[in-house]
C-alpha cells in the first residue's frame, strides 16, 4: 500500500487525478470503478482538465458505477453525479456511452458477472466514509461481499442529511461488494479534510477490521492512497 501525502487537496487530486490519466493512456482498453462525493469532484477535475491539454482516445473505457441510493429523486442520483463531472465533460474524447454501467435495484444482481465479463476492474477509485464504507460497504460489511442492497448506518444517513440540507434522505443503498473491489488489478483511494483523519487511521494504520471495510483493502497488493495534510494528520508520522 502507498501513502502519498500532499499539502492540500488540490495537490493531492492532480496527483489522483495525473495517475488515473497515465493508466488510461497506457492501456489499450481499462475497465473503470468510478466512485461518487465531495471527494471524487476534484479528482475528475483535474482528470479533465489535463485531457483537455492533452487529448487522449476515452472509446477504449468501459466504467461502472459503485453504487446508487435507493431513492426517487434522480437529481441526487450517483448516476446523475457520474454523468455531470465525468461522461458529459469527457463524451467528446470518445467515451462510448453503451460502456458505462449503472447499478441499480433492478441490475445489482447481474453487475458482478457483467463486470467479470468486460474483465473485472482494471482500476477503481474509491472515496472513504466518515464510518470507513467504501462504495456502500458499512460497517460490517464482509470481505467476501457482493453487489447487494444494504441499510445505510445511522452515521451515513445523518451525514446525507447534513449535506442535503434535509431530513428527507435515502436509508438504503445499492452498493458493489467488498469482493468486486478486492478483485480490481490496481485500487485508488482519496480521503481530504480533518473529518476523515480519524477513520483514515483507522482504516491503514489500525489492524484489519470488519468494523472499518476501507481496512480490507490492506490485503491488497497495488494500493495507491491520496491524503492531504488534514486528512492524513494521525498517520503522517507513524
Ligand atoms: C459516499 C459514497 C462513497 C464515497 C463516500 C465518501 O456516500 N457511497 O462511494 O466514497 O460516501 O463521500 P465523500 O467523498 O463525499 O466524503
Known sequence: MNIHFFENKQEASYAAAFDVYTS???????????????TMIPIYKKLISIIDKHPIDL????????????FDQPT????????????????????????LYFINSQNYLKYS????KSGGFDLVLLGIGRNGHIAFNE???SINSSCRIVKLKSRTIKNIQKNWKTNIV????VTIGVSEILNSKKIFLAAFGKEKSIIVKRAFVDPLSSKVPASYIKKHKNVEIFLDSHSGKLIKFV
Open 139 to 141: 460497517p460490517g460489511s
Open 24 to 38: 488510461i493512456k497506457n492501456k489499450k482498453s481499462i475497465v473503470m470503478g468510478l466512485a461518487t462525493g465531495e
Open 113 to 116: 458477472s457483467s463486470i467479470s
Open 170 to 173: 435515502p436509508k438504503k443503498a
Open 59 to 70: 472509446s477504449k473505457i468501459t466504467a461502472y458505477s459503485l453504487d446508487e441510493y435507493l
Open 76 to 99: 441526487k442520483s450517483f448516476r446523475h453525479f457520474l454523468m455531470k463531472h465525468f461522461f458529459m465533460p469527457l463524451k467528446k474524447y470518445g467515451l462510448n456511452m453503451g460502456h
